[in-house]
């Protein structure tokens, strides 16, 4: 997944979109995996660091990281698979 170039995003986890004027907001760890997107993490290592960083197995992370990117992709955060 990659971040859409156009989208603007600050450290609190405010992210707007300005080609539809939307915003959206996200937790700490939604915040860390935004960042870690934009740094082309692959989706084991931002399970890793989300793992390790709060104590959670892979499995868990990895499933909810697919989840969220889900969201991301339906309101155009992440660029869409071709």
């Given amino acids: 997944m ?18 539809t004027g939307e915003s959206f907001t996200a937790n700490q760890i939604g915040i860390m995996i935004i960042k870690l997107l934009k740094e082309d993490k692959s989706l084991s290592e931002i399970s890793e660091s989300i793992s390790e960083e709060y104590d959670v197995d892979n499995h868990t992370v990895e499933k909810d990281i697919l989840d969220f990117g889900f969201l991301l992709k339906n309101h155009n955060i992440v660029e869409k698979d071709a």
């Fill in 2 to 19: 990659k971040i859409n170039k156009n989208i603007a995003i600050n450290d609190k986890g405010l992210l707007f979109n300005p080609a």
